[in-house]
């Protein structure tokens, strides 16, 4: 009798459970290592008063010209005489509207945002513009900069809100701006532009804003005017925008800059100014650097002539025998273009930038990972390949992009590499809307010039002196801020428990963003002066990590 014989199929083997991650979002970055950022701006603010005019597109073309400033989320409100409609979505400016969305904000007046989370998560809760109710209606403000002295401000708004605690008050409201829109909105008796002149004095720290309510456009800088703010006219209206550049794109020609400490309201009855404090002017010297765009004007100069002439400079600090001098693109390229000019050697680009790997959330398998810096630069062997360079870039974090430059340059044949930093170096971070690495992840915090020279493994290493610097904004030293690279703040600074990203945020918050759980205060980098480890793929020695990591000034 045939016996039917079962077999028993070994088990399939069980596929890795995966992690869940987000899906690449595709942004635009420019970054060239995600894990040695840049100093990141913190958001770009634009305003619009216009009748006739579609504002709601101005706006849209105003943050498109700002996207620099802030990538994270973008949004716009607009007025018509009657109410106030907000759209605001994470994601660049070109991916939250679009016809449809721009076509249903209607009105005459507009306020529109695209932010860099520098205090409270990346998460929508926390884009801009943010609304408050007011004793006359609704109140839409945007804000560049952070603010010194968020906490006394929910005390203030607890003791005006009879029966709200102040716990109640940090709850909703988890970044600084929420807080300066309740403040405003917590204002007895008083007219929107009343109670901004009487408010705005209490705040402490950077806010260039633009706000508005039903009818009116505002505007307004911190007494230092630590963030830039400009005043442009259109044939039927008004404009203010953080940058010249983006009033060049909406076709608004430059009136002047909104003055520290100033408050302008625009509305039927014209422009009016009125002063909340008396102006104590320190605008940001790293503007001039690094964050605002080469065709954006401060203080009535060119910020590219600024960077070519600081790239002059740099070859009268550090001269250097070399065939070619090249930039890192794109942004140590005016400082190379003056550098070349200044020492005779020929400009060259010896590095092509894939300008559209955006920021990803895949995970690179080992063989990416060794890519690096590759991902995002590619070295033209032919140019370099037997030559003595010049590497001009803007400046050095954690030295780690600087180390893969120089690398990958001589795999590519370079016969010598002497970089050439466009700044000074960066010892300290910033209070006032800037997102830098903490003090302890800055290498020039512990490290002089020869020991991070050894660190990138380049021949020579040379830094612009922040006189230099200085000289090249034609702006008076004691009329800017220079706190990262010389620790004087303009501004006091908070109480060290009170500093950070996530200072207004309950310690139970979930970060929604992998950029912000990876900005959580980490273990301790290794210090200057234990036993020197030396990296096995270079031979380099790895000296990471300054000798501030238990300064009290680091923060998340
Ligand atoms: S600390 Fe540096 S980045 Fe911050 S405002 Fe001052 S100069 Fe600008």
Same mark, same amino acid.
């Given at each position: 009798m045939p016996t039917t014989v079962r077999r028993r199929c070994p088990p399939a083997p069980r596929a890795p459970r995966l992690r869940h991650v987000p899906r690449g979002d595709g942004r635009l970055t420019h970054e060239i290592d995600p894990d040695d950022k840049r100093p990141q701006d913190a958001c770009g603010v634009f305003g619009v008063w216009a009748p006739g005019e579609d504002v709601a597109k101005l706006s849209y073309y105003g943050l498109y010209a700002l996207q620099h400033r802030g990538q994270e989320s973008a949004g716009i409100a607009v007025g018509d005489g009657k109410a106030i409609l907000v759209y605001k979505d994470m994601g660049l400016v070109s991916q939250v509207f679009d016809e449809r969305t721009l076509s249903s904000l209607v009105g005459h007046v507009a306020v529109g945002h695209c932010r860099y989370s520098t205090t409270g998560s990346s998460r929508w809760e926390n884009a801009q513009p943010t609304l408050a109710p007011t004793t006359e209606g609704t109140i839409a403000l945007g804000h560049n900069g952070n603010l010194t002295n968020s906490h006394e401000l929910a005390d203030i708004i607890a003791r005006r809100s009879?029966? #709200?605690s102040r716990d109640a008050v940090m709850r909703g409201n988890t970044t600084d701006t929420a807080l300066i829109t309740a403040l405003l909105g917590s204002h007895p008796d008083a007219s929107l532009e009343d109670a901004a002149v009487d408010d705005l004095a209490l705040l402490r720290g950077a806010f260039s804003l633009v706000f508005a309510d039903e009818s009116t456009l505002f505007a307004a800088r911190d007494p230092q005017g630590i963030r830039p703010l400009v005043l442009g006219r259109l044939e039927r209206g008004w404009v203010v925008a953080s940058e010249t550049a983006a009033l060049d794109i909406v076709g608004a020609s430059l009136v002047r800059e909104i003055e520290p400490g100033e408050l302008v309201a625009v509305d039927r009855g014209g422009l009016r100014t009125r002063r909340f404090a008396p102006a104590e002017p320190r605008g940001c010297l790293f503007e001039f650097v690094y964050l605002a765009r080469p065709d954006t004007r401060i203080s009535d100069r060119s910020v590219h002539a600024a960077r070519v002439d600081v790239g002059r400079r740099l070859a009268v600090e550090h001269p250097a025998e070399a065939d070619m001098v090249i930039p890192v693109p794109e942004s140590g390229t005016p400082a190379a273009v003056g550098y070349a000019e200044a020492s005779g050697i020929p400009f060259g680009s010896g590095l092509v930038k894939n300008s559209y790997v955006g920021r990803t959330?895949?995970? /690179? =398998?080992q063989t990416i990972r060794q890519l690096g810096i590759r991902l995002k630069l590619n070295p033209l062997r032919e140019v370099i390949e037997g030559k003595r360079l010049v590497v001009v870039d803007d400046s050095i974090v954690r030295g780690n992009t600087q180390r893969a430059l120089v690398r990958m340059l001589r795999e590519a044949g370079a016969t010598q590499i002497h970089v050439r930093i466009? =700044? /000074? /170096? #960066?010892k300290w971070p910033c209070f006032y809307g800037i997102d830098f690495a903490t003090r302890a992840e800055l290498i020039a915090n512990g490290l002089d010039t020869e020991e991070i020279r050894r660190h990138i493994g380049a021949d020579s290493l040379g830094y612009i002196s922040l006189e230099a610097l200085t000289e090249s904004t034609h702006v008076p030293a004691g009329l800017l801020c220079r706190a990262c690279f010389n620790g004087e703040y303009p501004v006091a600074l908070p109480d060290e428990a009170l500093r950070g990203k996530h200072a207004l945020e309950q310690p139970a918050l979930p970060l929604d963003d992998p950029a912000d759980a990876a900005a959580a205060p980490g273990p301790a980098q290794p210090m200057l002066g234990q036993q020197e480890p030396v990296d096995a793929a270079d031979g380099l020695p790895v000296l990471v990590g300054g000798a501030g990591g238990g300064d009290a000034l680091s923060r998340p």
């Open positions: 009879e029966g #709200v959330f895949i995970q /690179p =398998s466009s =700044s /000074p /170096p #960066v």
